[in-house]
């Protein structure tokens, strides 16, 4: 006698769940079990949502931040916003934390990802040449690279940095060290070097 399972659409519901970066098999259950008790107009909701991300959402071809589809870029496009620098992050979601802090003003460029030679991803694979070509054309004084301050960060960092000399822009990296409210007792080698590299007068 075969075991009892749950009818295929769930399964597969499952398995689409469970494919989103930080569920697992259990969390995707939950989820799925917790829309079939909502109703169908749950999941009707959420299956439009699904669809309108799919036919409404695109990326700036300049940036790389999200835009709606035959819209202009919110961010290139502003009056307000810093010409001659350009910040460089990873992905379209660290452009929405750096605006939160309020403290830049620029332009951004999204990567789409940093190097990794262990995945396969290589300079070919992220938006390098887009940048080289925006810096001479948009008159960038200074780049900013706000990259993670891993192995790989700083492996995309040095590339970059390497890359853009010929152009003769500015290139400088994000201070790295003391988290706000924090003391020497939580901070790891690695922060306090950082730290006390980047020190700076008072």
Not at 10 to 27: A, D, F, V, W
Not at 79 to 87: A, G, N
Not at 130 to 152: F, K, M
Request: some cysteine.
């Amino acid at each position: 006698m075969p075991a009892l399972d749950y009818p295929a659409p769930i399964r597969e519901l499952i398995l689409q769940m469970k494919s989103l970066p930080g569920i697992g098999q259990r969390s995707a259950e939950r989820l799925v079990l917790w829309m079939m008790g909502r109703g169908h107009a749950r999941a009707a909701e959420l299956a439009r949502a699904l669809v309108q991300l799919e036919q409404r959402v695109g990326i700036c071809s300049e940036c790389g931040f999200f835009i709606e589809r035959d819209s202009a870029c919110g961010l290139c496009e502003s009056d307000k916003r810093q010409k001659t620098v350009l910040c460089v992050v990873e992905q379209a979601a660290d452009v929405l934390r750096l605006e939160r802090s309020g403290a830049f003003s620029g332009l951004y460029h999204v990567l789409g990802g940093r190097l990794s030679p262990l995945d396969n991803i290589t300079p070919s694979d992220l938006r390098i040449r887009e940048l080289a070509a925006r810096v001479p054309a948009l008159g960038v004084e200074e780049v900013i690279l706000a990259l993670s301050a891993d192995v790989e960060g700083e492996a995309t960092s040095n590339y970059l940095a390497d890359s853009l000399r010929p152009l003769g822009v500015k290139v400088t990296r994000l201070a790295q060290g003391m988290p706000a409210g924090g003391g020497l007792d939580h901070v790891d080698e690695m922060t306090l070097h950082h730290a006390l590299s980047g020190r700076r007068a008072m």
